[in-house]
């Protein structure tokens, strides 16, 4: 019998079409984990604020990256798992499954359903609820329905695993000689989503090295990720700094944030701007429109010179290689947390 490996990314609407759009965020944003508010709260932000006043602009972001072919997320998220399948060869199959919208997570399991073995990989370097969690925990009820569930290698995050640090770094490093400056922007969670992992008091500037005590704090892990490319990369406290995209409402989100740690760097004379998105291994809507689009006009409306969206590590082979050794290494027939 073969070894399974699923593969989950967040998803993506199958069209750039309003009614499309409209129920992958109603799918999306209904999940608890998501917006972590009583059903009775969250229902009507959902439908009486966020998707009439949204919806419109969303719709617009997906036609502004939409391909020829679809999805941008979607055919990154393919290749990986056909260069992967190549890979690893005969004695394993390789499965796609998406938390929202298509292929779901049930289609993907069920590619995987002669394998008596698998490895789950929530495509998060970093964990979050939000994102890992959620896919974890539907997955896992998928799984408890089987009647013989087989064993499982579970990878909850890779945040300074080498093969990704030396995936994204080799994107960067040819871009640093042509830019004034590094910005790692990833995407952002609301303050409450760390207090709920034991983070109470959310760091504003530098987070400690990992430990028990934040082992499973959002923050810290990119604070990590952003160190370990810092290091491989050799670049000092002033060519490179970190912060966080995406926030929505106005309660608290972890900070710095990316718009306004824009307006700090035009402040401190930089011109020419690199920005890598190292909680994202897919490029999607908010690499290729939220920063290679808006972002980028921002920064042109500041007065900067250049901003250069470096890509994610998308299905480049040193990513496929960091892949392999870290599933060859992790493959017991247990449960890994």
Known sequence: MKNGLLLINLGTP??????????????????????DLPAWLRYPLIYGIILPFRLR???????????????P?????????????????????????????????????????????????PLYPQYSSAATGTAIEDILKLIALQNAPPSLTLIRDFYQEEGYIE??????????ASHDYLLLSYHGLPERHLHKTGCLKPCTTS???????NQSCYRAQCYATTEALAKKLSLSPEEYGMSFQSRLGKTPWI????????????????????????????DCLETLEEIG??????????????LTLIPCVNDSQLWIEGLVKLIDKLQKPEIVL
């Open 207 to 213: 987070c400690p090295p990992i430990r028990e005590a």
């Open 255 to 282: 900070k710095p944030y990316t718009d306004e740690f824009l307006v700090e760097l035009i402040n401190k004379g930089i011109k020419r701007l690199a920005v890598a998105c190292p909680s994202f291994v897919a």
């Open 73 to 121: 997320l979607l055919l990154h998220s393919l290749d990986l798992q056909d260069q992967l399948q190549a890979r690893l060869g005969e004695d394993w199959q390789v499965s796609l499954g998406m938390r929202y919208g298509k292929p779901s997570l049930e289609e993907g399991l069920k590619d995987l359903a002669n394998c008596n073995h698998l490895t789950i990989l």
């Open 167 to 176: 995936a994204q770094a080799a994107l960067i490093q040819p871009k640093l």
């Open 14 to 35: 199958h069209s750039p079409q309003k009614i499309a759009v409209w129920r992958y965020l109603s799918e999306f944003l209904s999940d608890k984990r998501v917006i």
């Open 57 to 71: 602009k969303t719709t617009e972001a997906y036609r502004a990256i939409w391909t020829k072919k679809g999805s």
């Open 293 to 306: 689009i808006r972002a980028k006009e921002q920064w042109q409306q500041l007065g900067g010179e250049q």
